[in-house]
RNA sequence: GCUCGAGUGGUGGAAUUGGUAGACACGUUGGACUUAAAAUCCAAUGAUCAGUAAUGGUCGUAUGGGUUCAAGUCCCAUCUCGAGUACCA
């Protein structure tokens, strides 16, 4: 009987969603566990085979863990609002929600046809509204609370109010934004009502404030600085500049620490954890106050390197410096405000483009060194970054590059206070390796004595405060876009007010015009019916505005981490319509234990979900701090992109050899007209693309071979190998097994059809085991001590493996133990039964079938994982453990007047040679298997 | 530049805590079955030397050193590749 995949699978796939087969219940006395992965973006490409890895993995641990007895979470969803989503509305002129829906469907067929497991009746989508709902609600809460940075968590603006009333700001320790207004309670008493909200602003989890963003007039948002790379942005590659926008914030920035800190209590990868931390970018130093010179005004600068404080020449500033203005003097003024004009028109990618050149101009202003009391010059440059630090540099150019590169050209002084070190050429960056010099009091130290004699001496003449830099900004959270969640909020005296969690979910409306607009306004603005009637509670029409009872609202949206911030607590109760999630399913699930996703997330999703939990814990919304305890990162698999050369100018194309010397042009071609020899076949080519018929193609020896690259996989480069083709040829358990074999889980690797073959036959194999000229055949004899041998050899590997993710080596098992036991023609079925429910997570639907042809009713995943029996070699009436490779172990028994136990448990025999070198006093020891005869000292 | 990570046959990749390097698979070669092909099955397959052969020797995990009875694995230096980040003071 031949294996007959496309009906098996067809079959299975049927019965596990009839019986609701992989349903979670959030009530069992099973321990439970959570596996999620990272809901994919519905696009309208489809899926090619590199999307399924990760859920492949995931799906092999779920089945794993439910054989195991766990009650197994293993929800699946999409993020669907975003981006892509509404790029793709716009070019193909239909609704987004529409589009959307229909990509879900293909979504859905693709990964039902690869028979994951899910729990279907869990699915979310971030843009239904029942669950933008939450969104919405979770923002008014940010937007209710204020950060306490001496509690160390957020707080409700209740509080905040209280405090205020009680003693103002005068000793609060709060996060807050750019403001210096200081107040007392009777200060604060005697404001407007609009004078409060506006004061409060400044310290809400989610404000508005008018700030430089990253602004893309191509997509017509502004995007956050992790989805620009290279100064273009992450999707489309289109040119960003920098814009004053009022926008929505998000203060992330108050949890830089515990971010950072959190990172320590959590089973990430550490390359992500790597990425996180430098991304949070912490720096411990000092701030430096100098004081003005006639003015009463004083320049904060920010300095990891106090013990060069001597070393300082001239102070920096940031163009966008708020004392620019004041402190320069009258004839620097053209100059200054050119310059700050100039830098303001820089685009972002020119400013990342131009890091060599050297520009600044001088203020005319003058600071005073704090401990020498000299003049020192100020100068502005745009090396200088406003947002970082108090966008103020102390320059010392013998220590630092940038500033020695500055005092070079502009001829400023240098001086050098590392004792016999030549900075004649460049700045000396070391932190060891010198003593200091010419420092008066710090002369002869090192950068750690130094640092520390600088500190305090500048604490003392209170000129210093030791201070903790970070990197991480507070996140931009307003999107011009259509395609997004609305923001519950309207505009009452040009102040934000919320609308009340009652009235959730703000729909979004339908519009007639999704596209961006250049000006930066949202697509929203052209919806009739976008204001809020405050007496009745609902959106109306535009008409109505009379900023009395009718408002306008929020024409933004939100952005794609919205919803994709703490959709893993959605999934535990996500149909719930009281609450996001009930306390009971919270506390019942916790945590996912196991997370499954890409890297190319990590200061994104990943940071920006850590967050948001955090936060939600900082309110007692949720049980626990950190949502995921272990994550994986599945690498990608890269596409095998295929080239021809044409020759410049010209229809000609040559073949891969004949390329030497000429101009040639590399053409991408679809990879399904390249056979596996890398030869052409030049009418697949033609009619692929009619374009190619009157080109002229110049063989050698009759062959006309392509250039191959490896490349990330995508429909635009035709290097895409669709899951869908290899299910019809070969199944999807074939597939399964196959994107396991690859390789590690983690790594990135090209794929190639070309090797599926293996696994395709491992299955045909395993399948004819049972079946023997066309019946199904199975022995109920006691199985042989060889064949035993043999399993649980695999059962211990596979365990092993499956624990510590190594699926690949798992695969390679299976295939051993299958060799093993065709080879000594083993049809024994309670091997087969093992063996099935051992391969059932790996390959589930062959599985399945030969188990219920072994006369099972109920389906495979609720009997328990087969146990390992240790296997053992009998000798002389000892038995002697096997390892899965093959290597005897020895249990040393206690014969030889050496305490050998206190040298090694165990040891291993080299069976040609019968030795065992083991050292540590040991010279050799000679060992039979079996008995130990000799152990020569 | 800085921070991580990785270099093993023709290819993807194995190798628990340092203990038979190259598992498993692809590819290649030879054989069986077939009129033939496909499919399937069997065998060989790191390099090199000796031998008719069984077999045996030598060299081999990017390069050069080191630690150790023993190194792909640990340490130092160098080279190459990949990822992240970038005027962060």
Known sequence: M??????????????????KVFKADNESNLPKYYVMDMFPYPSGAGLHVGHPLGYIASDIYSRYKRHKGFNVLHPQGYDSF????????????????????????????????????????????TSNKDYYKWTQWMFIKLYNSWYDLSLKKARSIEDLILIFNKSGNINLNASKSESSLKFNSKQWCSFSEQKKEKVLLDYRMA??????????????????????????SERGGYEVIRKKMIQWSIRISAYSDRLLSGLNDID???????????????????????????????????????DTIYGVTFVTLAPEHPLVELITTDDNKNHINNYILESSKKTERDRISDVKSISGVFTGAYVLHPLTNIKIPVWISDYVLAGYGTGAVMAVP????????????????????????????????????????????????????????????????????????????????????????????YYKDNMPVMISEKYLPVELPNVDKYLPTEDGNSPLGNSANWAWDSLNNKIVSNKLINNETVFKMELNTMPGWAGSSWYFNRYMDPTNKDEFASKKSLNYWKEV??????????????????????????????????????????????????????????????????????????????????NSNNELDLEELRKWQPQFKNAKFEFLNDKFIVKREVEKMSKSKYNVVSPD????????????????????????????????????????????????????????????????????????????????????????????????????????????????VLLSPFAPHISEEIWNKLGHNESISFVNYPECNPVYIKENNVEYPVSFNGKLKFKLVQESSLDIHQIKQNIIIDQRTNNYLDGRGIKKIIVVPGKIINIVC
């Open 2 to 19: 031949a294996y007959d995949f496309i009906h098996i699978e067809e079959k299975w796939q049927k019965h596990w969603s009839d019986n």
């Open 398 to 489: 013998c220590g630092d590059q940038r500033d020695y590169n500055f005092a070079k050209f502009f001829n400023l002084p240098i001086v050098n206070i590392f004792k016999d070190i030549d900075i004649s050429n460049e700045a000396f960056k070391e932190k060891n390796n010198f003593v200091l010099t010419n420092s008066e009091e710090l002369n002869g130290l090192d950068f750690k004595k130094g640092y520390l004699l600088a500190l305090e001496k500048l604490k003392k003449l209170d000129k210093g405060i030791h201070e903790i830099n970070y990197k991480l900004r507070d996140a931009v959270f307003s999107r011009q876009r259509y395609w997004g969640e609305p923001f519950p909020v």
């Open 268 to 306: 990430w990868p550490d390359p992500l954890k790597e990425m996180q931390r430098n991304w949070i970018g912490k720096s411990e130093g000092i701030l430096v106050k100098f004081d003005v010179l006639n003015f009463d005004k004083q320049i904060h600068a920010f300095t990891t390197r106090p």
């Open 82 to 125: 975003g981006l892509p989503a509404e790029q793709y509305a716009i070019q193909t002129g239909r609704h987004p929600l529409e589009t959307t829906n229909e990509n879900i469907l293909r979504y859905r067929a693709q990964l039902d046809r690869l028979g994951f497991s899910f729990d279907w009746s869990r699915e979310i989508r």
């Open 593 to 674: 234990d196991l997370y499954i996703g890409g890297s190319e997330h990590a200061t994104g999703h990943l940071l920006y979900s850590r967050f948001w939990q955090y936060f939600l814990y900082d309110l007692g919304l949720v049980p626990v701090k950190d949502y995921a305890k272990k994550l994986i990162n599945q690498g990608m698999i890269l596409g095998n992109s295929a080239f021809i050369h044409r020759l410049n100018g010209t229809n000609t194309y040559i073949s891969n050899e004949l390329v030497k010397e000429q101009n040639v042009q590399l053409i991408h071609i679809e990879i399904s007209c390249v």
């Open 207 to 232: 404000f508005l404030s008018d700030t430089e963003v990253n602004w893309c007039p191509e997509l017509g948002t502004v995007l956050a600085n992790d989805e620009i790379i290279d100064g273009l």
């Open 725 to 836: 083709e290899i299910c019809e040829k070969y199944g999807a358990d074939t597939l399964r097994l196959y994107e396991m074999f690859l390789g590690p889980i983690e790594q990135a690797k090209p794929w190639n059809t070309a090797g599926i073959k293996g696994t395709f036959s491992f299955l045909k194999k395993f399948w004819n085991l049972f079946h023997q000229n066309e019946n199904f055949n199975v022995v109920n004899d006691k199985p042989s001590s060889e064949s035993l041998k043999i399993l649980h050899k695999t059962i211990k590997k596979i365990n092993d493996d499956i624990e510590n993710f190594s699926f690949n080596t798992s695969v390679s098992a299976f295939m051993i133990c299958v060799n093993g036991l065709s080879s000594i023609k083993c049809n024994n079925r309670s091997i087969l039964e093992s063996l099935c």
